[in-house]
Each structure stands twice: as C-alpha cells, then as structure tokens.
C-alpha cells in the first residue's frame, strides 16, 4: 500500500489550499489517517487525523479553527483543507497511516502505540506575507 500527497503549492498570507492524500490499496481493519508537516529546519510536527472507519477527527488545538479533516471513503482519499494561511504554515505536509485506533475509532495520536508504518511523500505549502 502506498501513500502519496499533492495539492501543494504557493499562496498568499489569507488564502487557501486543500491537500489530498490517496492511498493505492487498502488497509486491514481499522486505522487513521494523520496530516504531519516539516516546516524549513524544524521538526515534522502532527497536524490532525481522522478514523478512516468512524471519521472522528482530532486537530492540534492551534489548528482546528483553520484546517478541516475529511475523507472521501469511496476514492480512498483524506483530505486537508486550510484556511486563513499564514507564512507560519510553509512547510511540506505529509500523509501517514497507523493502523491503532482507540475504542470508537478514537484516531488520537496517544492510540498510535505502533507508531506509524505507512507515509506517503511530502507536498511543499508555501504561504507568502
């Protein structure tokens, strides 16, 4: 199963990007599906996941009120919309799987004991001021 990001790209301080991550197969039972960014010499850094199977969502507390979570069950693809971008944001955002859930689907990192075994490649979000 392969993982692969896109929708990247350069903006302007107050715009918008919605990123897709497609997965080329699928996987076995329940899992989740996170959005991680690296933004220039710093760490990667969680951004917001959601349950594939109960489409619970969970943000960093810095974000929920920009970025929205969303999956296209059907296309097998999660998306992540971001509003009100700021230079802050630049960063190439990734896309990975834990195959962990907590009970209800409850995608929260702490559920992640397996760590995460499945990341796709990067797509480069550059916001401008």
Not at 5 to 21: D, E, K, N, P, T
Request: aromatic share 14%; glycine share 14%.
């Amino acid at each position: 199963v392969q993982l692969q990001a896109s929708g990247g790209g350069s903006v302007q301080a107050g715009g918008s990007l919605r990123l897709s991550c497609v997965a080329s197969g699928h996987f076995p039972g329940s899992y989740a599906v996170g959005w991680f960014r690296q933004p220039p010499g710093k760490e990667r850094e969680f951004v917001a996941a959601i349950g594939w199977k109960s489409a619970n969502t969970y943000y960093t507390e810095s974000r929920q009120d920009r970025f929205t979570i969303s999956r296209d069950s059907a296309k097998n693809i999660v998306y992540l919309q971001m509003n009100n971008l700021g230079p802050e944001d630049t960063a190439n955002y990734f896309c990975a799987v834990s195959l962990d859930v907590g009970s209800y689907g409850d995608c929260r990192p702490i559920y992640w004991t397996g760590g995460m075994p499945y990341w796709g490649k990067g797509t480069q979000v550059t916001v401008s001021s």
